[in-house]
């Protein structure tokens, strides 16, 4: 089969398979009724005869199909089903279709299911086009995309012709063939400013949109075009204003934007076991992203409406360098080690916010920190060839902020550039105004400017920070109102995890462009940033969580901590102690009798191997780094490594 047939093909979804009844021979009344998808068979003798003539015609061309013969070859084809079968045989076709995914249409099914979409836009058979498209719904037919079929002037007896997809969609079964239509209507409204929670919440509010709006609409002759599809045809909308004067996003309608704002404040206050200080965000509504005029937009900040409808633990200041180490067990910031350890400055640095932190370790000290507090920890642990990989896990642990929490505590109730107004002061922030190098070489000690009206420091420069979410530029326009989360973080079709993140607030060393509330980085995970903690709130119901988990845990003298499988165990000489090494790395020692650990290693590599010493002072490790490691227990101190290459 040609080239041209095979991606022809690749874009439909298969048609007519279990067909039981056609007039003239096969006449029989079928209820439309959802029933699973038969294997694909023609029953009826007088289909099987048609079928028989199109191969017929197929196989007489020769294999060289080429752009100038390919129009003419596919007329002749799908002309042997318009002479064959009757409006009365088409609509019975279109009742008793059942659905499979485009991808798995054969060149016979392909060619009945466009004379089929064809006779129905033409004629103006609404009910036979909804039923057919409930059933059975292809992106495109003809090297067009359904929804510009919909609209193109052939479909004029059609009224309110696009319609007919709000209409399918209600009334299909089959997800697959209600995602296509969702597709068809997110592509056809794009650009308009309709939003939605879900798939199905998006095609009735860009029904509804349609139906108050239709008068001050024309269709958009480009839409669907070759050129432009194949081109830049996400940037195309199915349909224009008649007045640009009218033009607005359609979300703007029943999303206001506030005017005056109320002044907002933090709904309570803790610190945790490490001193960290967290303020509770109250849920609320905001829009994100910025407007045209404001100076450093980027294209990726399209203004659109979130709304917050949970309360989150987010932390006062970004994380400290002490506090790092205090988990990590390692320090790599650029400003400690080569200002301070180089003796550039003569500053205490174990309060400046920390840096050159990659995503995954910034989510490795969520997840210690979570153990450190007997939380859940949010992130699960993927090993991967090369790195260890975070995905979320959902639980109540302390993670990093998703980018609409984060710009939501940021603003604070402002619609301004930055929370502090129009513009950001040298007194307001680490802000690089010389042209011709970088203001200072380091970060600063967190809190030393104003906070912003939810008590958050250093929400504007000195160190970048995570988010939770993966990049995606074009995420704003497809996000959820209620709580994004962000693209997924899983690639089910090439089974990868997204290798770019989000970071947010700008650094020491940016221009104030990029301090903007709404600014967004996407650089790679393994770029290194700095980052603040949140935590979701849960409230009684989780606090009873946590109470039941540790009265199981009591129970079951069960040793919960590590962030990945566990590899090695082993007990001392005295049965006092158990020593657990895994994947994620760490040493635990336990005590037995009150089923605590007493303290953690850092064994630089996953550990494979653990053992006492006769006399129970020593522990000895082999590491995935082929290193054994010789442990001063009375002093959890690394006294000892032999390297075994």
Partial sequence: MSRQILCRVAFVAIIMPGLLALQSGCQQKLPVTWTEPPVTSWTCDRMLEVQKEWKTLHDSFDDRWTKENYTERTSKLQGVLKKRLSPQDMAVLAATAT???????????????????????????????????????????????????????????????????????????????????????????????????DDADFVERAMGWYREHRDQLIVNPEYGAITIRMSNHFEQPLFKWKSPSAAKPAWMETFPRSAAPVQPKALDEQTN??????????????????????????????????????????????????????????????????????????????NFAVDSVPWNYAAEFCNRLSEEEGLPPFYRLTMTENHRVFQDAGGPGYRLPTEAEWEYACRAGTTTPYSFGQTIQEDQAVVNRNPSGLARSYTTPVGSYPPNAFGLYDMHGNMSEWCNDVADERYYEVSPIDDPQGPPSWDPETKRFPDRGVSRGGSWGNK??????????????????????????????????????????????????????????????????????????????????????????????????????????????????????????????????????
């Fill in 99 to 197: 659905a499979a995914h485009e991808n798995t249409w054969s060149e016979f099914d392909r060619s009945a299911m466009e004379v089929l979409f064809e006779a129905f836009v033409t004629s103006g058979d609404r009910e036979s086009l909804v039923t057919l498209l409930s059933n059975r719904c292809a992106s495109e037919y003809d090297f067009m995309f359904v929804e510009g079929h919909l609209v193109h002037k052939r479909a004029k007896k059609l009224k309110d012709s696009v319609l007919v997809l709000g209409e399918a969609y209600s009334r299909g079964q089959d997800p697959q063939v209600r995602k296509t239509i969702a597709e068809a209507v997110r592509r056809g409204f794009k650009g308009l400013g309709i939003r939605g929670n």
């Fill in 512 to 645: 104030a462009e990029h301090m903007r509330s709404a600014y967004r980085l996407l650089p790679p995970a393994s770029a290194r940033n700095g980052f603040r903690v949140a935590r979701s709130d849960g409230g009684e119901e989780w606090q009873q969580k946590l109470q039941d988990l540790a009265d199981r845990d009591a129970a079951s003298r069960m040793y919960a901590g590590h962030t990945a499988s566990i590899l090695s165990l082993a007990f001392s000489p005295d049965g006092k102690i158990l020593a657990s090494g895994s994947e994620d790395r760490m040493i635990k020692l336990w005590d037995i009798a009150s089923a605590t650990n007493s303290a953690t290693l850092d064994g630089k590599a996953s550990i494979e191997s653990v053992a006492f010493s006769p006399d129970g002072r020593t522990l000895a490790t082999g590491g995935g780094d082929r290193t054994v490691r010789l442990w001063d227990l009375a002093t959890s101190k690394n006294n000892v490594a032999f390297r075994f290459d």
């Fill in 273 to 350: 076991s490490l001193g960290m200080k967290f303020v509770l965000i109250p849920p609320g509504e905001f829009v994100m992203g910025s407007p045209e005029s404001e100076k450093g937009r980027q294209e990726n900040e399209t203004p659109h409406p979130v709304r917050i409808t949970k309360p989150f633990w987010l932390g006062v200041y970004e994380v400290t360098q002490i506090q790092y180490e205090q988990l990590m067990g390692i320090h790599s910031s650029d400003s400690y080690r080569s200002n301070v350890i180089n003796g550039s400055i003569t500053v205490d640095a174990r």
